[in-house]
């Protein structure tokens, strides 16, 4: 008899698989962009399951949130949404296929051999202060320069978009 | 085996992986690419996840990474979709075979 933890991990774990693989493989980019979204829901469920809370918030307000209504955004602005994609080319869908399973034997035959260390008895303390101080904290096991060096990544990111999506003049090269 | 575990979750995270590549090699329009290329990129995050419930338990450097790499993502998803708009603009189209030429 299964326990209800088992069977909403199997629940989850499907969710994401399903919708992960409908994502790709539907016609309409819409429904695709929607199927990511269910997609990434379901892999925050993951880390709800696993106990990282921070995590999965971080998942759903920055992926769920914010990349996947990015992405639709950019659906309406780009795409006539209702449009079917033309299908790719038969030849080309059955070489990925044969790459993305071949890879995907390779790795679980990996995974079936490969035994991973026991773990350690001691669990750290995972809650949010915990995490803030270590974020900020300066020492060998601290994350502040990452932390710093990714505030300078979103920057320039930001200023980055800002250049690129400026309209150029007509008159211009 | 039914007891979900480390290797279910390094299952999930090959599955994904495996199924963004698989639509990164067949879709032409480059929204659909940039989808799969989040779908790697979380695949990567739950691995790290993973590791860090699973096998180092004492640690929490994988919570770091992936909380890093989300930020990352953002920041990539946010100039890819500037390079796009961009693209669709000057070109009509964001298939990637129409976007041959460097410089319009």
């Known amino acids: 008899m299964m326990k209800g933890e088992t069977i909403v991990f199997y629940l989850l774990a499907a969710l994401t698989l399903v919708s992960a693989a409908m994502s790709v493989g539907t016609r309409r980019i819409f429904r695709s962009a929607v199927f990511l979204l269910t997609s990434l829901i379901g892999i925050a469920g993951l880390y709800f399951w696993m106990r990282f809370e921070f995590a999965a918030a971080v998942q759903i307000v920055v992926y769920a949130g914010g990349i996947a209504v990015l992405i639709i955004f950019s659906v309406f602005l780009t795409q006539r949404a209702g449009d079917d994609m033309p299908s790719p080319p038969s030849l080309r869908t059955i070489a990925a296929a044969g790459a993305a399973l071949l890879g995907m034997g390779l790795v679980m035959i990996q995974l079936v051999n490969h035994r991973f260390p026991t773990p350690a008895v001691a669990e750290v303390d995972r809650s949010v202060s915990a995490i803030g101080r270590r974020m900020l904290a300066t020492g060998d096991d601290g994350f502040a320069l990452p932390f710093e060096v990714v505030s300078l990544l979103l920057l320039a990111a930001m200023i980055g978009c800002i250049v690129i999506a400026m309209r150029t003049k007509p008159n211009q090269p | ?104």
């Open chain 2, 1 to 104: 085996m039914m007891e979900p575990g480390l290797y279910h979750m390094l299952f999930i995270g090959a599955a994904l992986f495996f199924i963004g590549i698989y639509g990164f090699l067949t879709r032409r329009n480059l929204i659909t690419i940039l989808m799969s290329f989040e779908l790697i990129l979380n695949s990567v995050c739950l691995n790290f996840i993973a590791f860090n419930r699973y096998v180092w338990t004492d640690k929490m450097d994988g919570l770091f990474f992936t909380v890093f790499i989300i930020a990352i993502a953002a920041a990539e998803a946010a100039v890819a979709i500037a390079i796009i708009i961009h693209l669709y603009r000057s070109h009509g189209s964001i298939d990637v075979n129409s976007a041959e030429n460097l410089k319009h």
